[in-house]
Nanobody
Framework: EVQLVESGGGLVQAGGSLRLSCAAS????????IGWFRQAPGKEREGVSC????????YYADSVKGRFTISTDNAKNAVYLQMNSLRPEDTAVYYC?????????????????????WGQGTQVTVSS
């Protein structure tokens, strides 16, 4: 069973940076995807970024493109989301999730419905 634990959230001023971590255990050998998602109060959960286990496909939502960077450390079974130039509208609970069935990260495929195992989330608050 795959288990994910997010960390690294916090309170930051607009223009600041945070790095979120997703520690994974139980990952299988072979292809899978890890996605980052966020959910703001009163809004639906949305896909932010995605990366495949072989690093051959990534996706970024238009709202974060150029500011966020997803990366992995396979030796540590970790996936990171470096968030720069943060804005108040980035405030949300951020989740990572796992999908063993798809080997491509795309806008359509990065919807929450396509991901199975989820972490508990980490709060990111950006003050203006």
């Amino acid at each position: 069973e795959v288990q994910l634990v997010e960390s690294g959230g916090g309170l930051v001023q607009a223009g600041g940076s945070l790095r979120l971590s997703c520690a994974a255990s139980g990952l299988p050998f072979g292809m899978y995807r890890i996605g980052w998602f966020r959910q703001a109060p009163g809004k639906e959960r949305e896909g932010v970024s995605c990366i495949t286990s072989h690093h051959d496909s990534t996706y970024y939502a238009d709202s974060v493109k150029g500011r966020f960077t997803i990366s992995t450390d396979n030796a540590k079974n970790a996936v990171y989301l470096q968030m720069n130039s943060l804005r108040p509208e980035d405030t949300a609970v951020y989740y990572c999730a796992y999908d063993p069935y798809t080997t491509l990260c795309s806008k359509y495929g990065s919807q929450p419905i396509f991901f199975g195992s989820w972490g508990q989330g980490t709060q990111v608050t950006v003050s203006s």
